[in-house]
């Protein structure tokens, strides 16, 4: 896609990329956790953008964006980083995750 395609999704928070560029992912930069890459003017030109379906969900109360919070005993449990709210532990990080992305207010 365009990047004047994909600029919308971008604007409302969501990962946008561009396929392969110098062998490496590109991402769009300018929201917290991007790098903040300048633009060039091939990257306006081209049009191999795409909209990156975040991985896992966003959490169910504040939208905030979760991460894996590991406890000593090597057990895992994902969190979110903006209001704290948790999984119980579970035994591997996938199971974690699992957990993470069944859960609904
Ligand atoms: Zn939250």
Do not use: Y
């Amino acid at each position: 896609m365009r990047l004047e395609e994909v600029l919308p999704a971008h604007r409302a928070g969501k990962d946008v990329r561009r396929k392969k560029w110098n062998g490496r992912d590109r991402l769009l930069g300018g929201k917290p956790g991007c790098p903040g890459e300048t633009l060039f003017i091939e990257d306006v030109l081209a049009d191999d953008w795409e909209v990156v379906e975040p991985k896992h969900k966003a959490c169910p109360f504040c939208g905030g964006e979760a991460k894996v919070l590991r406890s000593d005993d090597g057990w895992s449990s994902v969190g979110c980083i903006g209001c704290g709210v948790s999984t119980n532990v579970q035994l591997t990080t996938e199971e974690a995750w699992a957990a993470w992305d069944r859960r609904s207010p």
